[in-house]
């Protein structure tokens, strides 16, 4: 036989999973939440979502033809940081910071850091925290969804009299209606699609769960087992989008079950703490990118035994 | 029903529709068989036959060359032609090439040994060593040596392997199928060696009529118990196997036999019983002969020595022009870079797949998914141990249990952005035992 065999060493099959198809999995599932979004806030929230996708897919390329890279705009990855960022941004943003904040999250938070796979803090979420700093009146200026006056959000509400405002109900926070962050409102649209999430296999149920069940336990013990304080706290700010979609972010959470684990308790402590006792009416942020910093120690910690290696 | 089961593990497509149905055909007669002098783990056997011998089936022209060795025997008569290095499956190694002379004579040592009932554990053992029988399922660790524990181990669980797990093999199926009877009575003969009362026989669930079949040429040994386990790859893994058998973990760094266990396939539980009832050492086995470049895949009862081409050629030859050629299964069989070489006795298929699939795809970075961390059977995390063989950090490596790792291959099969896990993670364990000899 004359003909050239291709030798490897095995395995000689591979699945269908692929990066891109994660990622595009992870776009779809923020489509309710987008949707939601619009249908709150209007039609301005869809140039916003456009200008950041737009924005951080561009930087990626430039970036990327600048060092001489591959140019892999298309696996879904930038565009789905340009998503996250849009989704956590007020309705009614000035058209230029959501394009500031996607060049920084991809030029500053990715890329600088060696690209995809290489950032130790999620990209949107830094580039969040960073236009907070920045421009911390257009980021806090927010829309109410029915009679579109500029309102404070329910945290920013229960922050400064400490008791549960009334205007608001556990239902409109549940399906949304009430002022916030674009994508953060709905936590129906934001559970289906992390349930889509799941049934995909893309993320495990671990970490949203442990997040929103510390967060749960923790609003219920300070509250005195108040059960609305506790639903309040859960349905509130960005802590569904948060669990469900930054959270759980592969490259900044740890890799091993039980770390995720304690990750997952450490983001849910932090939000609390932040949201009943520091200067921020909401926490997710902050938290998320803080457990981000500490997970290579947990990564380095806490390691699966092996098998064989505990029991005789 | 309770499917047992390990942790772990993945499902890769079976690809088994194309043969499973298919009976075992015999092979056509090789004019000339190559006979591998090493077909097992251990040290290569000396040869006893000269060349310009007349050599019958069944005779012994290979002597074991060490405590962990079994002989090797003539597949045809006929004259030995040559004794010569030849392309082996793993590099080259002394072959003993044989021209049949097509009237298949029996050697005269090649008779009935008696039965299960009335031999001794020694003599049983005697049989499976001259028979030059090896486990059957891949590695080929001589069964003797296997069956032999040292005298502070005490075995008290014994698997046989009908798992089958690799995709697209179907020989062990078929053999449980078409002869039950053999599997059964070759346990019966090694729970004799181990004097064990209870065996279990593991099979998939994937193969409910092998199930059945086996059942029944057990029904009337109570000891015999043929459990169905999950189809889940790398079931067949003796360490998987042991786990979801009897719940005991084999001691990581040890072997089966440390957790009070052995663990054999069941086609060389077929061969201890055709060994004692017609005294037939190990000269042939089933080979699965399949994949897209395959014109006609087959199920074949192949003779030891017979060269890949014309086995591929019984299986109607190639389709189109070949990609990849592997011997054994696509999580753990080996790729050939050509198909002129003998088979042997772990032959268990030939595998061959188009130029398309034959291509491994480009990997990128890592993400850190974690997928490769949550099915890891050994429990180890490959994508660390990966990253730090990668960067020539063998001690972390090590300190990352990479000595753990099994090799099957799972974390480069799930990897989404297909990263050479596997590869490197050997590449880690080679430095390691390098350096374990150099400081000894």
């Not at chain 2, 090896?134 to 005490?154: H, I």
Request: aromatic share 8%; proline share 6%; charged share 20%.
């Amino acid at each position: 036989m004359e003909r050239k065999l291709i030798v490897t060493s095995s395995p000689h099959i591979r699945s269908n999973e692929a990066t891109d198809k994660t990622m595009r999995d992870v776009v779809i599932a923020l489509i309710p939440a987008t949707l939601a979004g619009m249908y709150y806030f209007g039609f301005q929230t869809l140039i916003v979502v456009l200008l950041s996708v737009a924005a951080a897919m561009a930087t990626e390329a430039i970036i990327q033809n600048m060092r001489k890279q591959p140019i892999t705009v298309m696996d879904y990855s930038a565009a789905l940081t340009g998503l996250l960022l849009a989704l956590n941004m007020p309705p009614e943003i000035p058209y230029w910071m959501p394009v500031v904040g996607s060049i920084f999250a991809i030029a500053i938070v990715k890329q600088a850091f060696g690209g995809l796979g290489h950032n130790f803090i999620n990209p949107a979420l830094a580039a969040r925290v960073f236009l907070i700093a920045s421009w911390p009146v257009e980021m806090t200026t927010w829309k109410f969804p029915v009679d579109a006056v500029t309102e404070a959000t329910p945290l920013a509400l229960i922050k400064g009299s400490g008791v549960l405002p009334e205007s608001v109900s556990i239902f409109n926070l549940f399906i949304g209606k009430v002022g916030g962050c674009i994508g953060e409102v709905s936590a129906l649209a934001l559970i289906i699609g992390g349930i889509y999430l799941v049934y995909r296999g893309v993320i495990s149920p671990r970490i949203p769960l442990v997040y929103m069940g510390t967060v749960a336990v923790f609003t219920l013990i300070y509250s005195g087992f108040n059960f609305n304080f506790m639903m309040f706290h859960l349905l509130a700010g960005g802590l569904v989008l948060g669990a469900i979609f930054m959270a759980t972010d592969y490259v900044s959470s740890p890799m091993t079950a039980k770390g995720q684990i304690i990750y997952a308790v450490g983001c849910g402590l932090i939000t609390v703490m932040i949201r009943l006792f520091g200067g921020y009416p909401e926490g997710v942020s902050f938290s998320i990118l803080f457990m981000n910093v500490v997970t290579p120690l947990i990564d380095k910690y806490v390691k699966s035994n092996v098998f064989g290696g505990v029991k005789k | 029903m309770n499917l047992l089961s390990f942790r772990g593990g993945i499902h890769p497509p079976h690809s088994k529709s194309m043969t499973e149905h298919l009976p075992v055909e015999k092979a056509l007669e090789p004019e000339t068989v190559v006979i591998p002098l090493q077909q097992h783990i251990g040290a290569p056997c000396q040869a006893i036959v000269e060349v310009g011998e007349k050599v019958k089936v069944g005779q012994k022209i290979g002597e074991a060359g060490g405590f962990v060795s079994a002989p090797v025997h003539s597949s045809v008569s006929g004259t030995v032609k040559k004794i010569e290095k030849r392309m082996i499956i793993n590099g080259t190694g002394t072959c003993v090439v044989i021209e049949s002379d097509g009237l298949n004579e029996i050697h005269e040592s090649v008779v009935p040994k008696g039965d299960v009932e009335t031999l001794e554990p020694k003599e049983i053992l005697d049989i499976i060593n001259e028979a030059g029988i090896v486990g059957m399922g891949g590695a080929g660790f001589p069964t003797r040596v296997k069956l032999s524990p040292p005298p502070d181990k005490k075995i008290d669980v014994l698997i046989v392997n009908g798992a089958e797990c690799e995709p697209y093999l179907t020989a062990d199926h078929r053999l449980m199928l078409e002869t039950p009877e053999d599997v059964v009575y070759g346990l019966r003969a090694v729970m004799k060696v181990l004097g064990l009362e209870k065996a279990y026989i593991a099979i998939e669930n994937n193969k409910m009529d092998a199930v059945l079949s086996v059942k029944e040429a057990a029904k009337e040994y109570p000891g015999i118990q043929v459990v169905t386990v999950k189809t889940k790859y790398p079931q067949g893994g003796e360490k998987q196997l042991i786990y979801a058998c009897s719940q005991r973990e084999v001691p990581s760094g040890a072997l089966p036999m440390d957790a009070g266990a052995v663990v054999s396939n069941v086609a060389t539980m077929s061969a201890i019983s055709k060994a004692i009832r017609t005294g037939m050492p190990l000269i042939e086995r089933i080979c699965t002969v399949t994949g897209d470049g395959i014109v006609e895949p087959k199920n074949i009862m192949i003779k030891n020595g017979t060269r890949i081409s014309e086995i591929v050629a019984q299986a109607g030859g190639y389709k189109g022009d070949p990609g990849k050629l592997i011997l054994g299964g696509p999580m753990m069989g080996f790729a050939q870079f050509t198909d002129n070489l003998p088979s042997t006795k772990t032959t268990s298929g030939v595998l061959v797949f188009t130029e398309e699939q034959a291509r491994l795809p480009e990997y990128n970075p890592c993400i850190r998914c974690g997928k490769c961390v949550d099915i890891c059977p050994s429990f180890v995390q490959p994508f660390a141990i990966s990253a730090y063989s990668l960067n020539g950090m063998f001690d972390m490596a090590e300190k990352y249990n990479a000595m753990d790792c099994i090799e099957c291959g799972s974390c480069s099969f799930i990897c989404p952005s297909k990263r050479p896990l596997l590869h490197s993670i050997r590449m880690a364990k080679r430095e390691i035992i390098s350096k374990r000899r150099k400081t000894k």
